[in-house]
């Protein structure tokens, strides 16, 4: 959330889990994630926000998100991914099979999830 320029407190985030966490585990996964980011992004600019995201993981001004990128992030939010699950995002939006996720496979993603 941090990546795309929210600054949630911790009990806002407690409330927010709550809120989409189907399972009552305590935790979301990806789809209860974009549920809850759906909402929160309905409030601003969509595209706008999703380029500045995109900027964000882009660290190296590319023009794509490599593994590293993601890796990146990932490990500066605090988030536990295995390797294996931050290429499966990586295969997930990537469309043309260079292994990198272009803007406009970002943006793609983001408006299939309705985040954009």
Excluded: H
């Amino acid at each position: 959330m941090r990546a795309l320029g929210f600054e949630p407190k911790k009990e806002e985030i407690r409330k927010m889990i709550s809120e989409v966490d189907r399972d009552g585990s305590g935790t979301i996964d990806f789809e209860e994630f974009l549920t809850l980011m759906k909402s929160k992004m309905g409030e601003r600019d969509s595209k706008e926000e999703m380029i500045k995201a995109f900027r964000l993981f882009d660290d190296d001004e590319t023009g794509t998100i490599s593994f590293k990128n993601l890796k990146r992030v990932a490990t500066e939010l605090g988030e536990t991914m295995t390797d294996e699950e931050l290429q499966e995002m990586i295969d997930e939006a990537d469309r043309d099979g260079d292994g990198e996720v272009s803007q406009e496979e970002f943006l793609r993603v983001m408006k299939k999830t309705n985040l954009c």
